[in-house]
């Protein structure tokens, strides 16, 4: 996975709106929102700086399609998950993989993603339901005797906030003091496989 198939629906030529969304994006991961400017987006994608008023009609439009396009992205890992594995723990193990690998490479989105599932809007609700996956491959998993019972919205609440917690070691590394250096994406620990190891039921299949 690179940052270039996470940024955008890629083809052989990026249409000019498609590299404004591009660059949109590696704003937001190097600066943050704030960074994130038609103006400044412009710059960075070598265009005039009023060029990206004639594809995104302002800032929230622009955030909006930023948005979708990593809705994409989990969409497609999810129809990956469920065609591939062998059993729905196996799906619920590569989907949270995705969640958490995505964490880890673009913390910045990811808090956002789950900044906009708040909100009480058409966008809001589209990330919201894609957030449900998750929680619908839980309860599969839980019937089919693969994941420990329990409250399966819980469990769910544990995966995100675990891939919340892998954000922030990527972000900004460990607060532990320790010598190993999480201060970027890659360094970062995949946790994905021990949080799924600690869930697993007894009849859980996992790949190797």
Known sequence: MTTQ???VHMSTVQSTKDRILASAMRLQDSGGLGAVTLRAVGDATGL???????HYEDKRALLEAMVRANLDYFDAALEKAKRDAPSPFGALDRLVGA???FARRFPVRYRFLLEVSREDSTLGAEVRQAFEAVLSLVL??????ELKSGDAEQVSALIFGAAYGMADLAQYGSASG???????P???PDLAPLLLDLLAGASARRED
Do not use: I, N
């Not at 320790?178 to 970027?184: E, I, L, M, V």
């Open 5 to 7: 198939t996470l940024s």
């Open 48 to 54: 005039t700086q009023s060029a990206p008023y004639r």
């Open 99 to 101: 969640y958490f690998d």
């Open 140 to 145: 599969v998993a839980q019937q089919a005797g």
């Open 178 to 184: 320790g010598a190993r250096d999480w201060s970027t």
């Open 186 to 188: 890659d360094a970062a």
